[in-house]
């Protein structure tokens, strides 16, 4: 079975967390948000690559934004445009890798309309229920999404592609935000995948979605 936590492992268990503190009615709204603006535009930008509704660009990734000042928590305009190049690399490998189960997640999920993307936060939900939380699934979660991004384009709904970018970001900055923070958010990102030896470490998949029945055993299945 697919293990994408062993394949791209690493990194330690998020740990339990206790109950967050609730917001005073009458507080002030925070500062902006660094590390889901970053996360947004990053994991945005890339799955419009994918679909080829952006072409990849040496440019900027984000002029103006990144890392500017009063953005706590963003990071650097240097390191979001080395982590769009990790991602490029890895998350393309990964669904070259298992584009089968891929295939047949998108098949159980039935995506034909924006309202539809309501069921990747299933996924998003099911790939960390038991806990674990490391790069490897991240990638897993962003990859996925790239895949269903180009359906979307296949299938006309490309303006869809915002809102499943948005989907999957509040689903790793929301429930996840301890956790990316301790490992260093996306420079973290990037040096882990610096040293990893992706070809070495990603097992076979040819078994895929055969004799899977189900979107339980599809989901189970995408995190073992």
């Excluded at 268990?13 to 967050?20: V, Y």
């Excluded at 996360?39 to 509704?53: H, M, N, Q, T």
């Amino acid at each position: 079975l697919w293990r994408p936590e062993e394949e791209l492992d690493g990194c330690e268990p998020e740990p339990e967390r206790g109950p967050a503190a609730d917001s005073l009615p009458g507080t002030p709204p925070g500062p902006p948000d660094g590390l889901r603006q970053d996360s947004l535009e990053l994991i945005s930008r890339y799955l419009r690559e994918v679909a080829g509704e952006a072409q990849p660009s040496s440019k900027k990734l984000f002029p103006g934004l990144l890392g500017g000042p009063g953005r706590p928590g963003a990071a650097g305009d240097a390191v979001m445009e080395k982590a769009l190049e990790t991602l490029r690399r890895v998350g393309d490998g990964v669904m070259r890798k298992h584009e089968l189960a891929f295939q047949g997640m998108l098949r159980k999920l039935e995506i034909q309309q924006e309202e539809d993307l309501q069921s990747v936060v299933e996924v998003a939900a099911h790939v960390f229920s038991d806990g674990v939380t490391n790069w490897g699934r991240v990638v897993t979660l962003i990859a996925f999404g790239a895949f269903v991004a180009k359906h979307l384009k296949s299938i006309k709904q490309e303006q869809s592609i915002s809102s499943l970018a948005g989907i999957i970001t509040d689903a790793l900055v929301s429930s996840k935000r301890e956790w990316l923070e301790s490992q260093g958010g996306w420079e973290g990102f990037v040096d882990f995948f610096r040293v990893e030896d992706l070809e070495g470490s990603i097992r076979n998949v040819l078994m895929a979605f055969a004799g899977v029945a189900g979107l339980g055993a599809s989901l189970a299945y995408m995190i073992r």
